[in-house]
């Protein structure tokens, strides 16, 4: 319950700050809240898990909570072993489209997968020199079946840009190919996200190295402390901070882990945004993008 609410009052701070005045609150929204509430006169029944539906605003697309849900998740089924992969001989695009086919029909990702929902695997340029490394898909993904579609990916697309280079350009990955269940809500719908367990990661991660053999880029760049655990491991650091904005190695690739584009939905401040650019502007010397002065001196102003 204490989540939920949480949940509710950060998405109407949230809103608040980006200017919204009026929310107009859906029947199907209140029933939610109201079923909620109902609850908590119940026996608690297991973890806390269950994220408030994001309200619909007149006007203003819904955002989902950008903020992971941090409640312990339902204990999550025991998964089989990782997948061995094999690819065709043959070009990048042969070889990329087998690898979709294969996750898109693997038994446990399509299990994961609520009806109507999509597996998820990378997009972009096959070619592509830097591979950007989310945590996984959200509610926008599993739809469209592209990883950051939604404001985070929106986010992303932007500092891509930012550092001279059209999304197109790169190639965009997720640890993970299906979007990490919650209980879903009685009209079939998922709120909220929550980080995926290590076993989850472990089961994906074949289907990014994998990515990572075919696209061949030449460096790496793990969005947030997720991403950044299921690269170099669990309990291989302690904080993001600590580990952000230097380099790292994954699969003979030099990673730079930074932080995840929500971390700026969350924190808009310069101080914020120019960490990140920091970690970007490396990426861009070491891919040996051209650098502008304006470019260095991005988010600069307090
Ligand atoms: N966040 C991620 O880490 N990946 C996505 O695909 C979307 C949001």
Redesign the pocket.
Same mark, same amino acid.
């Given at each position: 319950m204490r989540f939920a609410l949480t949940a509710l009052t950060d998405e109407l701070r949230r809103l608040k700050t980006a200017g919204v005045k009026t929310v107009a609150v859906s029947d199907a929204s209140i029933a939610a809240l109201r079923e909620t509430m109902a609850s908590r006169a119940q026996p608690a029944v297991g973890p806390e898990l269950k994220a408030v539906p994001p309200l619909p605003v007149a006007g203003v697309k819904p955002v989902l909570p950008t903020k992971p849900v941090t409640a312990k998740p339902s204990p999550v089924p025991t998964l089989p072993a990782p997948p061995t992969l094999t690819l065709p001989d043959g070009g990048k695009q042969i070889r990329w489209d087998a690898l979709l086919a294969l996750v898109q029909n693997d038994p446990v990702c399509r299990a994961h997968v609520r009806p109507g929902k999509k597996v998820?695997l990378g997009v972009g340029h096959l070619d592509a020199k830097i591979m950007f490394v989310? /945590? !996984? #898909?959200?509610a926008e /993904?599993e739809v469209q079946g592209e #990883?950051?579609v939604?404001p !985070? @990916?929106q986010l992303l697309t932007k500092m891509i840009q930012g550092m001279g280079l059209k999304r197109s350009d790169v190639y965009i990955g997720?640890i993970m190919n299906w979007r990490p269940e919650l209980p879903t809500s009685a009209n079939g719908e998922q709120y909220g996200n929550r980080p995926p367990t290590e076993e989850e990661m472990c089961y994906c991660l074949p289907y990014l190295r994998a990515q990572i053999e075919v696209v061949a880029p030449a460096l790496l760049v793990a969005? @947030?402390t997720t991403?950044a655990q299921g690269l170099l491991g669990f309990g291989s650091f302690k904080a993001l901070g600590d580990i952000r904005g230097r380099w790292a190695e994954f699969a003979g690739k030099p990673l730079m882990v930074t932080y995840?584009p929500?971390y700026i939905l969350r924190n808009q401040s310069n101080r914020s945004k120019r960490m990140i650019w920091e970690d970007l502007l490396k990426v861009m010397e070491l891919g040996a993008l051209p650098i502008s002065d304006r470019q260095r001196g991005f988010f600069l102003d307090k």
């Amino acid at each position: 319950m204490r989540f939920a609410l949480t949940a509710l009052t950060d998405e109407l701070r949230r809103l608040k700050t980006a200017g919204v005045k009026t929310v107009a609150v859906s029947d199907a929204s209140i029933a939610a809240l109201r079923e909620t509430m109902a609850s908590r006169a119940q026996p608690a029944v297991g973890p806390e898990l269950k994220a408030v539906p994001p309200l619909p605003v007149a006007g203003v697309k819904p955002v989902l909570p950008t903020k992971p849900v941090t409640a312990k998740p339902s204990p999550v089924p025991t998964l089989p072993a990782p997948p061995t992969l094999t690819l065709p001989d043959g070009g990048k695009q042969i070889r990329w489209d087998a690898l979709l086919a294969l996750v898109q029909n693997d038994p446990v990702c399509r299990a994961h997968v609520r009806p109507g929902k999509k597996v998820v695997l990378g997009v972009g340029h096959l070619d592509a020199k830097i591979m950007f490394v989310g /945590e !996984a #898909p959200g509610a926008e /993904e599993e739809v469209q079946g592209e #990883p950051f579609v939604g404001p !985070a @990916g929106q986010l992303l697309t932007k500092m891509i840009q930012g550092m001279g280079l059209k999304r197109s350009d790169v190639y965009i990955g997720n640890i993970m190919n299906w979007r990490p269940e919650l209980p879903t809500s009685a009209n079939g719908e998922q709120y909220g996200n929550r980080p995926p367990t290590e076993e989850e990661m472990c089961y994906c991660l074949p289907y990014l190295r994998a990515q990572i053999e075919v696209v061949a880029p030449a460096l790496l760049v793990a969005l @947030g402390t997720t991403a950044a655990q299921g690269l170099l491991g669990f309990g291989s650091f302690k904080a993001l901070g600590d580990i952000r904005g230097r380099w790292a190695e994954f699969a003979g690739k030099p990673l730079m882990v930074t932080y995840h584009p929500s971390y700026i939905l969350r924190n808009q401040s310069n101080r914020s945004k120019r960490m990140i650019w920091e970690d970007l502007l490396k990426v861009m010397e070491l891919g040996a993008l051209p650098i502008s002065d304006r470019q260095r001196g991005f988010f600069l102003d307090k």
